[in-house]
């Protein structure tokens, strides 16, 4: 199982990106992020402290425990071979809006390769998403996505640049794998979508 390789196996950096890059789909461009998504990337780690520490201060006890939970285990490496492929369990907590911690029950989510490489999507609910994984120099895979109502068509990153996602998937070693979005588009400032078997 091979992930998604980019045109003359260009990766990315978090550190060098001055400048768009292609997202392919299929080999074919779909979409470019833009000089805003670097930013909110470059930003990351300062948007994810800072929502973790609001959502830890809410006074729901049982909510931070999960949190806790959620954001524990050791991060591996995707590149040992480890085909994610399949159907996953999936939950949102929302982060440092208003409430500062919301968490959601279980949804359906399934991770498949289309050819081209690794597509995540988020199957029930109102609010859906897809979108594929890129490689990075780091641990995390880069997931490019959209979100879509139930009641749409899924469409890929750049189709409609007001639902375009941007998030780091981290595998963990229990199982688990947590994909985390520094700009969700709606109700909170920092979303963790968790995945487990």
């Given at each position: ?50 929502a ?24 591996l ?15 949102y ?9 919301t ?17 995540i ?24 996505g ?12 750049g189709n ?9 998937l ?28």
């Amino acid at each position: 199982m091979k992930k998604l390789v980019l045109s003359g196996a260009v990766s990315f950096t978090l550190a060098i990106f001055g400048s768009a890059m292609p997202a392919l789909a299929d080999g074919a461009i779909v979409g470019l992020m833009s000089e805003d998504d670097t930013r909110v990337l470059e930003a990351f780690d300062v948007r994810r402290e800072a929502a973790i520490a609001a959502a830890m201060e809410v006074s729901d006890e049982v909510s931070t425990e999960l949190l806790r939970q959620v954001l524990a285990g050791e991060v591996l490496s995707f590149d040992d071979g480890y085909d994610p492929s399949g159907d996953w369990r999936c939950r949102y907590l929302k982060l440092g809006g208003d409430p500062a911690l919301t968490v959601y029950g279980w949804f359906s989510c399934r991770i498949f390769d289309d050819g081209a490489g690794w597509v995540i999507q988020k199957i029930d609910g109102s609010q859906r998403s897809m979108g594929r994984l890129y490689n990075l120099p780091r641990e995390q895979l880069l997931y490019l996505g959209a979100m879509h109502y139930a009641y749409e068509d899924p469409i890929w990153f750049g189709n409609d640049p007001s639902r375009n996602q941007l998030a780091l998937l981290s595998r963990l070693d229990d199982g688990r794998m947590r994909l985390e979005f520094p700009a969700p588009l709606v109700e909170s400032e920092f979303d963790i979508l968790e995945l487990a078997h």
